[in-house]
C-alpha cells in the first residue's frame, strides 16, 4: 500500500480575461485602479471569471479518480492546483508522498537537457538520490522506447517523444501519487496502451492517481470514480458509469427551443445488453415514442446514429426510411438491432426524428451510451472479425484456425 494521498477541499479559481500592459504609463495607472477598487477576495471584479467553482474531492491509496467534462469545463485547472503551478483562490488542496505529474507536453522536461539529463533531473527534483535514478534508468529508457535518442537533447524531440519520456519518467521514479493530463492522447496507440497498463498496475499497488482524459473507455475501466465538470463546476460526481452517462446526456440533449410542431415525439431509449459489449458484439435498443396519423405528402421517420465519444464522430446512421418502414399512429415502439464492429471505446446511440428532408437532420431525441471493450484484438476504424487459418505447404493438409 502505498504513502499517497490526493485531497481538494472546497477549491475556488479566478482568473482574468486578459487585460495586457505593453509599457509602464499603461501598467500604473492600472496598478493603481486596482488599489482603489479593493474588492472582497470572493467577488469578480471586471473581466473577471470563475474557472472552478466549490470543487471538492479525496483519492485514497489504491484509488483512480477520472475527470471528464468538455473543453474549458476547469480540468487542467483542477490538475494545475493540485501539483501547486497555481494558487486556489479559496479552499485548499493537499498531495501526499512523491508526485509523479505529466500535465502538458514537456512541461517538466528541461529542452536544452537530453533526454538522459531530464531522468536525473526529475529524479533529484522528487527528492531522489542519484543511485537510485541510476536503478530505474534502463526500465525507464526501455519503457519510453527513446533508446536511441537518449542522449539528443530534449528540445529537438517531437510531441509523441515528449509524451512518452515525460510519462516514463513519472510513472518509474518511486512515485506515491500519480496526475495525468490528456498529453497521452499524443503518440501512437501502442504506447497508449501500455501507458494506461502501467497506470491499472501503479493503482493496483496502491498509487492514488488523478487522470483526466477524453479517452472514456480508459477512464470507465481504469477508475474507481469520476467528476464530471461543467464550467468549472461538479455535474457529476460517482461512478465513472454514472459520470459518463451524464456526459453523453448533456452532449447529446435537444435544443430547449425545439418542439415537435409536427405531432412525432420520441420518449425514452433502452438499450437491452449486458454492458462492457465485445468488440463486433450485437446490442438492440428499442426506441418508445408517438406518431400522429400519416399524412398525404409527409412521411414521419426515426433516425438512430452512432457517435464515438472520444472523437465527436457519427460512425454510423440510418433510419425507418432506409428500412422502408412507415410509424404506426400513436403509442409505438420500435426496435434496432446493431453489431458493434467498431474499435473499444464509449459510444452514444442517439436518436433524431421528424418529417424526412434532404438538406437537413431531425430533432434530437433521447440517446443511450454503449461501452465497447474486448473481442477479437485488432487495430484500426471497424471491426472485420477476422478468421485466420494455416497449415504447411505442399502436403495437401487444408489451413485450419
Excluded at 526529475?122 to 542519484?130: A, D, E, N
Aim: with cysteine.
Amino acid at each position: 500500500m502505498g504513502d499517497g494521498l490526493i485531497r481538494f477541499e472546497g477549491v475556488w479559481k479566478k482568473f482574468r480575461r486578459g487585460e495586457r500592459h505593453d509599457s509602464l504609463r499603461d501598467l500604473i495607472p492600472a496598478l493603481g485602479r486596482a488599489l482603489l477598487r479593493r474588492q472582497p477576495e470572493g467577488d469578480l471584479g471586471r473581466q473577471e471569471f470563475w474557472a472552478l467553482q466549490d470543487v471538492s474531492f479525496v483519492v485514497e491509496p489504491g484509488e483512480a479518480l477520472g475527470i471528464i467534462g468538455p473543453n474549458g469545463a476547469g480540468k487542467s485547472t483542477v490538475l494545475k492546483i493540485l501539483i501547486r503551478l497555481l494558487r486556489p483562490t479559496h479552499g485548499r488542496a493537499l498531495l501526499r508522498g512523491r508526485v509523479g505529474s505529466l500535465i502538458e507536453i514537456g512541461g517538466s522536461l528541461h529542452p536544452d537537457l537530453t533526454g538522459r539529463e531530464n531522468i536525473f533531473l526529475q529524479g533529484s527534483i522528487m527528492g531522489m538520490r542519484r543511485a537510485e535514478i541510476a536503478r530505474r534508468f534502463d526500465e525507464i529508457v526501455e519503457f519510453s522506447g527513446l533508446g536511441d535518442f537518449i542522449d539528443t537533447p530534449v528540445k529537438r524531440f517531437s510531441s509523441g517523444m515528449h509524451a512518452r519520456l515525460g510519462f516514463s519518467v513519472a510513472a518509474h521514479l518511486e512515485t506515491d501519487v500519480l496526475i495525468i493530463d490528456e498529453v497521452l492522447a499524443v503518440g501512437d496507440a501502442a504506447f497508449q496502451r501500455k501507458a494506461f497498463d502501467r497506470m491499472k498496475e501503479m493503482v493496483s499497488r496502491g498509487v492514488p492517481a488523478v487522470i483526466v482524459s477524453h479517452q472514456l473507455e480508459r477512464i470507465a475501466s481504469l477508475c474507481n470514480s469520476a467528476i464530471l465538470l461543467v464550467q468549472g463546476r461538479v455535474a457529476c460526481q460517482g461512478a465513472p458509469a454514472e459520470c459518463i452517462g451524464a456526459y453523453a446526456r448533456q452532449q447529446s440533449a435537444p435544443a430547449a427551443t425545439e418542439e415537435p410542431a409536427d405531432g412525432l415525439r420520441l420518449d425514452a431509449i433502452a438499450l437491452a445488453a449486458a454492458q462492457p459489449v465485445p468488440s463486433g458484439g450485437r446490442i438492440e435498443v428499442v426506441v418508445s415514442g408517438e406518431a400522429p396519423p400519416a399524412r398525404e405528402g409527409l412521411r414521419h421517420i426515426v433516425g438512430v446514429r452512432v457517435r464515438s465519444l472520444q472523437t465527436g464522430e457519427v460512425v454510423f446512421a440510418t433510419g425507418t426510411l432506409s428500412h422502408r418502414l412507415d410509424l404506426p399512429a400513436g403509442p409505438f415502439e420500435l426496435a434496432v438491432e446493431l453489431q458493434m464492429n467498431v474499435p473499444p471505446g464509449i459510444y452514444a446511440v442517439e436518436t433524431t426524428s421528424g418529417p424526412w428532408r434532404r438538406d437537413r437532420d431531425g430533432r434530437s431525441g433521447p440517446a443511450t451510451l454503449v461501452h465497447v471493450d474486448g473481442g477479437q484484438g485488432f487495430w484500426g476504424p471497424v471491426q472485420l472479425n477476422c478468421a485466420m487459418r494455416v497449415a504447411p505447404r505442399g502436403t495437401g493438409e487444408k489451413p485450419r484456425a
